[in-house]
């Protein structure tokens, strides 16, 4: 499903407008991220849990040159999702 599709379902299960459905989903989305970004969690209950992780930095090798290359600290965003987000998959 991409974005598209999600927001026609969401206009149909919600009965909104494809453009409402668009406008809460962006929001939904920035919302989302700007969380993230100032280091907080999102949980949705039921459905799972975003947060931001610290990668710490190591060593890698270049596939090329066999190299070795430093790979520098991150942050990434992690999910995890929820009981019966995983119940709906199984």
Do not use: H, Q, Y
Not at 14 to 35: F, R
């Amino acid at each position: 499903m991409n974005k598209t599709e999600l927001i026609n379902a969401i206009a149909e299960k919600a009965n909104i407008t494809k453009v409402d459905a668009k406008n809460a989903l962006d929001a939904a989305i920035e919302a989302i991220g700007g969380a993230l970004a100032a280091n907080d969690k999102v949980a949705l209950l039921g459905f799972g849990t975003f947060s931001v992780a610290e990668k710490g930095a190591r060593t890698g090798i270049n596939p090329r040159t066999k190299e070795k290359i430093e790979i520098p600290a991150r942050k990434a965003v992690k999910f995890k999702a929820g009981a019966e987000l995983n119940a709906k998959v199984k």
